[in-house]
T-cell receptor, first 116, second 116 residues
Framework: KAGVTQTPRYLIKTRGQQVTLSCSPI?????VSWYQQTPGQGLQFLFE???????NKGNFPGRFSGRQFSNSRSEMNVSTLELGDSALYLC???????????????FGPGTRLLVL | AQSVTQPDIHITVSEGASLELRCNYS??????LFWYVQSPGQGLQLLLK??????LVQGIKGFEAEFKRSQSSFNLRKPSVHWSDAAEYFC??????????????FGAGTRLAVHP
């Protein structure tokens, strides 16, 4: 079974631009989460989607948004990019069966975004 | 507030030596605990997880971890380290939401170097 895939793997943008990152979960997985990884702040939760609905969001400004499609694929968008948005953006998927919270998140390789 | 502490930022061991990476968590409910490993430029790979039951859990690549509720710890161990184990290791706790899913809160990571 193929793992989580993310595109593109690398991206260079300039301040003020916007960017869209894509994530395809493991086949059959219905929940997709996004995380930002930076040297200063570490790994931080951005948001989680299930059945095309955002169920939870981390402490990030409104410039960060996302969506999920009916096939569980997800995109995240960052508008009006700032230098501090340079990071590795990781997507994770989980099966979400049982609903008891005992879910394992499987991560993709990430998209490395550099904002100049 | 929920948090994960990895006290050691860097650890260096000799190949063949034993390894223990420390992890302490703060979470009021039953914790779901994970260890992930990240090689340079890569995403996170799941090493092992603890949901319930036996407090000593086995993972991939010869790793194991022991959950100690009284110490709020989930330390990762390996009896004999290989050069290929050099990477960054992240401990995480899954925070359960009412929808039955969890988000991960990560520690800052421990970077492992292995000397030949």
């Amino acid at each position: 079974k193929a793992g989580v895939t993310q595109t593109p793997r690398y991206l260079i943008k300039t301040r003020g631009q916007q960017v869209t990152l894509s994530c395809s979960p493991i086949s059959g997985h219905r929940s997709v989460s996004w995380y930002q990884q930076t040297p200063g702040q570490g790994l931080q939760f951005l948001f989680e989607y299930f059945s095309e609905t955002q169920r939870n969001k981390g402490n990030f400004p409104g410039r960060f948004s996302g969506r999920q499609f009916s096939n569980s694929r997800s995109e995240m968008n960052v508008s009006t990019l700032e230098l501090g948005d340079s990071a590795l953006y990781l997507c994770a998927s989980s099966l979400l069966a049982g609903g008891n919270g005992q879910e394992t998140q499987y991560f993709g390789p990430g998209t490395r975004l550099l904002v100049l | 507030a929920q948090s994960v502490t990895q006290p050691d930022i860097h650890i260096t061991v000799s190949e063949g030596a034993s390894l223990e990476l420390r992890c302490n968590y703060s979470y009021g409910a039953t914790p779901y605990l994970f260890w992930y490993v990240q090689s340079p430029g890569q995403g996170l790979q799941l090493l092992l997880k603890y949901f319930s039951g036996d407090t000593l859990v086995q993972g991939i690549k010869g790793f194991e971890a022991e959950f100690k509720r009284s110490q709020s710890s989930f330390n990762l161990r390996k009896p004999s380290v290989h050069w290929s184990d050099a990477a960054e290791y992240f401990c995480a706790v899954g925070i359960l939401f009412s929808g039955g899913y969890n988000k991960l809160i990560f520690g800052a990571g421990t970077r492992l170097a292995v000397h030949p």
